[in-house]
């Protein structure tokens, strides 16, 4: 099993980016996926979830509504799309499995003027 996370980087409050975690190893489609962040000094916190088929996605209250995750099940791989970005989005996103049993080894994000 191999989760790896790219498309983060360094952007502006209120600015845009759009995470991907390819998924490797394992039948992608049967599995929900999760979004977690960690940032300095602080636990790791679930950001999204979303099922199997992706009719199911729920958010951490702290970016409802400017997070969206979806998932491509053709390309075994899941999206964090993170809009309105602020300060304290700035973190270590991780993708996992929806057990947590497999994660990938995270991409920083940076949200700073």
């Known amino acids: 099993v191999q989760l790896v996370e790219s498309g983060g980087g360094l952007v502006q409050p209120g600015g845009s980016l759009r995470l991907s975690c390819a998924a490797s190893g394992f039948t992608f489609s049967r599995y929900g996926m999760k979004w977690h962040r960690q940032a300095p000094g602080k636990e790791r916190e679930l950001v999204a979830s979303i099922s199997s088929g992706g009719g199911t996605r729920d958010y951490a209250d702290s970016v409802k509504g400017r997070f969206t995750i979806s998932r491509d099940n053709a390309k075994d791989t899941v999206y964090l799309q993170m809009n309105s970005l602020k300060p304290e989005d700035t973190a270590v996103y991780y993708c996992?499995?929806?057990?947590?049993?497999?994660w990938g080894q995270g991409t920083q994000v940076t949200v700073s003027s």
């Open positions: 996992s499995r929806w057990a947590n049993d497999y």
